[in-house]
Each structure stands twice: as structure tokens, then as C-alpha cells.
């Protein structure tokens, strides 16, 4: 089996939303613990559908790694940690993804290493994933800010976004997305021939806005769970409960 990665949301009633935050602490030490745990980040969520500095107080999150479907199921079916995401949660949405290509480090490692376990390559009319983080130069943080605006209106306005949520592990320096999208060659095309997304993208590159970063794409394995209530991306007939794409629809955002 190869390696599997899943973002796991959990949405919290208002009156529970300080459990959320009470997470990003306690939960490290029993994740530590897990067998089959690669490389694991608990984190926030924000309230835009890319990067975002206003947080979603309600919403947070976990990004796991694991060696193989066994270990995973494992975690799901017997873990204190999921027992406690759906005993106080109001209700959780797991995104399984498949590692395909990547570049970059997550807090000085390589999650998915050391060498990509899907032989197969995305193919353009596929739906892929997407993860993109980074741990901004405190120096550059305001012009990275002053940037995100535009880039964020560009995506609502795309048809081909199809899930987006925006993480981080400190609020305003170490930031990421992880998106869904209709196919690779919708996604392509949205990061290389947007204006506003070629010119952060130069900045980035060009004034050093990074101290570190991490781009990798996923083939969709499946999804479990819901979120408002609902499968957000079998609803958008991007992964059936059987594994098959179908005809996607359109994106879903955390308000």
C-alpha cells in the first residue's frame, strides 16, 4: 500500500469552539504515539477560502501522514484522539489523499519521503489536490498579507475550485491551503496564467517572502464524514463512496 495523507476538520458548536483551540495542546502527545504516524500538524483554520489572518474559531484541524491504509483505519477506528474529534465535535470531515509530487520541507522534513509511492502520474483531466505552506519571513509578512487579497478574489471567481480550506500552525507567519480542484489542467491554468497569482508568485521568489516552504499535489483517495452536514466533494460527484470520479460541481467554503 502506498503512503496515505488525510486533512481531518473538525467543526465545533459555538459554545465548544474553546475545545478547538484546547486541541492544538493537548492532542500532540497521544499523536506522538500513534504507530504508522509519519509526520503529523495540528492546526487552525481560517475563515477565507485561501490564505486568511481572520481565524475560524469554530473549525480546526489535523494533517496526518500515514505508512499505509492499515495504519490509518487504525487511528480512525481506535484512536483517543478521533474518539475525542467526535464525541465534542459537532462534526468531522476527513479529504484522503494520495502523495503524487512534492518539493519543499514541512518543519524541516520531508512528510511524504523519502520517495513518491504512487507510480502513476496525475493525469490532466483528473480532480487533484492541492497543499501549499509556508513559514513567512517575519520582514515579509506585510507585503505577503497586502497580496492576499486579490489572489483570494481570483478563486472565488473560479468554477473549478471545488473545496478550499485555509490552515496555519501560527497565526499570520506559518500558513497554508489545501484545495480541491477539477482537474489539473483547471488548477494549472488558474496558478500559471492568473496575473495575481504570477505576480506573488515572482515576490515570493524575488524578495525571499519564505523561510520555508512545501508544494505537493494528491490524487483524491476518498473522503469520510461530513461537513455542514453534508460530503462536500461526493455531493460535487468529484469521489463516490465507491473511489470513482465522477462530474464535479462547485466549491464549498468555510465561513
Same mark, same amino acid.
Given at each position: 500500500?502506498?503512503?496515505?495523507?488525510?486533512?481531518? &476538520?473538525?467543526?465545533?458548536?459555538?459554545? +465548544?469552539?474553546? +475545545?478547538? #483551540?484546547?486541541?492544538?495542546?493537548?492532542? !500532540?502527545?497521544?499523536?506522538?504515539?500513534?504507530?504508522?504516524?509519519?509526520?503529523? !500538524?495540528?492546526?487552525?483554520?481560517?475563515?477565507?477560502?485561501?490564505?486568511?489572518?481572520?481565524? %475560524?474559531?469554530?473549525?480546526?484541524?489535523?494533517?496526518? &501522514?500515514?505508512?499505509?491504509?492499515?495504519?490509518?483505519?487504525?487511528?480512525?477506528?481506535?484512536?483517543?484522539?478521533?474518539? #475525542?474529534?467526535?464525541?465534542?465535535?459537532?462534526?468531522?470531515?476527513?479529504?484522503?489523499?494520495?502523495?503524487?509530487?512534492?518539493?519543499?520541507?514541512?518543519?524541516? !522534513?520531508?512528510?511524504?519521503?523519502?520517495?513518491?509511492?504512487?507510480?502513476?502520474?496525475? #493525469?490532466?483531466?483528473?480532480?487533484?489536490?492541492?497543499?501549499?505552506?509556508?513559514?513567512?519571513?517575519? /520582514?515579509?509578512?506585510?507585503?505577503?498579507?497586502?497580496?492576499?487579497?486579490?489572489?483570494?478574489?481570483? @478563486?472565488?471567481?473560479?468554477?473549478?475550485?471545488?473545496?478550499?480550506?485555509?490552515?496555519? =500552525?501560527?497565526?499570520?507567519? /506559518?500558513?497554508?491551503? @489545501?484545495?480541491?480542484?477539477?482537474?489539473?489542467?483547471?488548477? /494549472? #491554468?488558474?496558478?500559471?496564467?492568473?496575473? =495575481?497569482?504570477?505576480?506573488? &508568485? +515572482?515576490?515570493?521568489?524575488?524578495?525571499?517572502?519564505?523561510?520555508?516552504? @512545501?508544494?505537493? !499535489?494528491?490524487?483524491?483517495?476518498?473522503? /469520510?464524514?461530513?461537513? $455542514?452536514? $453534508?460530503?462536500?466533494?461526493?455531493?460535487?460527484?468529484?469521489?463516490?463512496?465507491?473511489?470513482?470520479?465522477?462530474?464535479?460541481?462547485?466549491?464549498?467554503?468555510? %465561513?
Amino acid at each position: 500500500m502506498s503512503v496515505l495523507a488525510a486533512l481531518t &476538520v473538525v467543526r465545533y458548536t459555538p459554545g +465548544r469552539a474553546w +475545545r478547538g #483551540a484546547l486541541h492544538m495542546v493537548t492532542q !500532540r502527545p497521544f499523536l506522538a504515539r500513534l504507530p504508522g504516524l509519519k509526520f503529523s !500538524r495540528l492546526l487552525g483554520t481560517g475563515a477565507g477560502i485561501g490564505f486568511s489572518a481572520v481565524p %475560524d474559531l469554530r473549525t480546526w484541524a489535523l494533517f496526518s &501522514v500515514w505508512e499505509d491504509d492499515a495504519a490509518w483505519e487504525s487511528f480512525v477506528n481506535g484512536s483517543r484522539v478521533m474518539r #475525542a474529534y467526535r464525541r465534542l465535535g459537532e462534526e468531522t470531515y476527513t479529504v484522503l489523499l494520495r502523495p503524487v509530487s512534492w518539493h519543499g520541507r514541512w518543519a524541516g !522534513r520531508d512528510p511524504f519521503g523519502p520517495a513518491a509511492t504512487d507510480e502513476a502520474r496525475l #493525469a490532466d483531466a483528473e480532480p487533484v489536490a492541492v497543499l501549499t505552506r509556508a513559514t513567512l519571513r517575519p /520582514k515579509r509578512a506585510r507585503a505577503f498579507w497586502s497580496e492576499v487579497a486579490p489572489v483570494d478574489a481570483t @478563486l472565488r471567481e473560479s468554477p473549478d475550485l471545488l473545496l478550499s480550506f485555509g490552515v496555519g =500552525e501560527t497565526p499570520w507567519i /506559518k500558513q497554508g491551503t @489545501l484545495s480541491v480542484w477539477r482537474s489539473g489542467a483547471s488548477m /494549472k #491554468a488558474w496558478a500559471y496564467r492568473t496575473p =495575481e497569482h504570477a505576480e506573488v &508568485v +515572482r515576490r515570493t521568489r524575488d524578495e525571499g517572502w519564505y523561510a520555508e516552504e @512545501l508544494f505537493a !499535489r494528491f490524487r483524491l483517495a476518498g473522503t /469520510k464524514g461530513t461537513f $455542514r452536514g $453534508r460530503d462536500p466533494l461526493a455531493e460535487a460527484g468529484v469521489v463516490g463512496a465507491d473511489g470513482a470520479v465522477l462530474e464535479p460541481g462547485r466549491w464549498v467554503e468555510a %465561513d
